[in-house]
């Protein structure tokens, strides 16, 4: 009978693992289809401030000068693969890093950890999905700043940027700001989950109803609110991540997470370190909303 117990607990937990694992890829697809335009948009304004006074500006001179979908849409093969990865890791991670979590705390359910715990079990799980986000965002970003760097109108497709990573840097190549990866993402994630599950739980004590029942409005505007509490978290990493990646040359010494930091603080300033803020929240709003939309349908639709 115990040998049966056991056999249903591991099916139960890796059935849990796999649902998590779609739920975070079809999040992931929906995130890119909603934010890729003004994701584009805070690449720019992060890796060339000087070229642009705002966002609109920034928004306005990217059509003009390559149209919506080479413009505003560059990067966006490598940004699903980019997102499909790091969610499929990222929520599958959470839920085992949940049980772990639960088992160290001495609690009965997930249901009962509380938003701190929630946020702890999310900045665990981000360590293991920063291993596969680094290398296609790395790409997401070059080909996104690619008129900008190269001087043209960009042509070139994701295998060709791959190809070219290669043959400069080697497969380190792809993992070139893997540090201001890891600061973003662990912090990050601790204020994404966090602020998630303590939005649900205002929504569940206001509606009188577990946290699984308060509906799609509550779902999406509790995901935006951690949408917003990462990027307000990671900004200044993120644009760190972002000059590294895209203005890495072979002819330029290569440069640390914190000399990169420190130049941009020395240049610029505070400021220096949140430019793109402004479209970065005005996207991740509605991305994060529809992200924990189809995360949590999915959970729901498969009985997890």
């Known amino acids: 009978m115990e040998k049966v117990e056991e056999y249903k607990l591991v099916v139960g937990t890796v059935r849990n693992a796999l649902v998590d694992l779609l739920a975070g890829t079809l999040g992931g697809i929906a995130t890119v289809l909603v934010g890729q335009p003004l994701d584009t948009v805070k690449v720019k304004m992060q890796t060339f401030p000087q070229l642009y006074n705002n ?117 380190t190549g792809f993992y070139r700001g893997i540090g201001a990866t890891m600061v973003r993402e662990v912090p990050g994630y601790f204020a994404f989950f966090g602020g998630y599950e303590a939005a649900r739980q205002g929504f569940a004590k206001c509606y009188g109803c577990a946290k699984k029942d308060i509906g799609i409005v509550g779902t999406a505007v509790s995901g935006g609110v951690a949408g917003i509490c990462i990027w307000l978290v990671i900004f200044p990493a993120d644009l760190v991540k972002s000059r590294m990646q895209v203005l890495d040359s072979p002819d330029v010494p290569k440069a640390s997470t914190w000399q990169v930091a420190l130049r941009i603080f020395q240049a610029s300033g505070i400021r220096g370190l949140y430019s793109g803020l402004v479209p970065t929240l005005v996207r991740t709003f509605p991305a994060t909303a529809v992200l924990f939309l189809v995360v949590e349908s999915t959970r729901k639709t498969l009985g997890t």
């Open 55 to 171: 966002s609109i500006f920034c928004l306005k001179e990217t059509i003009r000068q390559d149209g919506v979908m080479r413009g505003l849409y560059a990067g966006t093969a490598p940004a699903i693969v980019a997102n499909v990865a790091e969610n499929a890791v990222l929520f599958g991670a959470y839920g085992l890093c949940q049980k772990i979590v639960k088992t160290a705390t001495g609690k009965r359910n997930q249901q009962d950890l509380s938003s701190i715990e929630n946020a702890m079990a999310g900045g665990m799980a981000s360590i293991f999905s920063s291993l596969t986000l680094c290398p296609t965002e790395l790409v997401k970003c070059k080909l996104q700043a690619l008129r900008e760097t190269s001087g043209h109108k960009p042509t070139l497709s994701m295998m060709a940027m791959c190809r070219m990573i290669y043959r400069t840097d080697g497969l």
